[in-house]
């Protein structure tokens, strides 16, 4: 079993559907993501879930730190695709984003905010056409027809006039101002990774 920070456990455990990580280096965001990947929630509304990196060599990184961390997990390469028991993760660039399937869960790992932003400009036009693919599931039809996912966002967070008011601050707005129920927020720096914590040396190079 997986040794798993507080923040970390914080993510796995959530109850609440839309879920933002974020901050600097050596926070143990990716790895929180792994685990929610695997033991998160989302797989309580179904067997597929997805997550979207960068560009084609973080794909693979995260690949072999998924299956480094849970090696029970088999790596499809001509799919993409992590997959343990029931589940299957598929793992995406924006150029190769899997929208023909419905995914209980969607994750986004390695993004700087201004880059999502311009990937997910709405993320409630996102969830509409997820969901239109979530009704022909017939064990979805029993949940809410609106999947869980995970935003994880490098700095410069809410820094500048990515804080201001305008139609590119959803992420600000939803995550930090405006938080409705079912939404959530996690800080995490490299002074939240108890495993770093103790080396001090190690600690200066963040």
């Known amino acids: 079993m997986v040794e798993l920070l507080t923040k970390q456990k914080e993510l796995v ?6 879920i933002l990580q974020y901050g600097g ?8 993501l792994i685990a929610w990947l695997h033991d998160g929630k989302w797989r309580e509304d179904g ?5 979207t990196l960068p560009n084609h060599c973080a794909t693979m990184d995260f690949a072999d730190s998924a299956r480094r961390h849970y090696p029970e997990m088999t790596f499809k390469k001509h799919h993409m695709a992590l997959t343990f028991g029931r589940y299957e993760i ?10 023909g399937m419905c995914f ?23 969830h509409k056409h997820n969901r239109q693919r979530l009704r022909h599931s017939q064990r979805a039809q029993r949940k809410r027809l609106q999947a869980r996912v995970v935003i994880t966002v490098n700095p410069p967070l809410f820094s500048g ?3 201001n008011k305008n139609e590119f ?3 600000f707005d939803r995550f930090i101002a405006n938080p409705p129920k079912d939404v959530r927020a996690i800080s995490t720096t490299v002074a939240d990774n108890e495993f770093l ?3 001090a040396r190690y600690m200066q190079m963040f």
């Open 13 to 18: 455990e959530a109850d609440e559907r839309e």
């Open 197 to 199: 914590a103790i080396d």
């Open 161 to 163: 006039h990515v804080k």
């Open 104 to 126: 209980a869960g969607i994750a986004f790992d390695g993004f700087d905010l201004l880059r999502f932003l311009e990937l997910i400009p709405d993320l409630r036009e996102y």
């Open 169 to 171: 601050n959803w992420v």
């Open 47 to 51: 067997p597929f879930a997805k997550v």
């Open 90 to 99: 598929r793992i995406c660039t924006p150029e190769t984003d899997t929208r």
């Open 25 to 32: 280096r050596g926070g143990g965001k990716t790895t929180a």
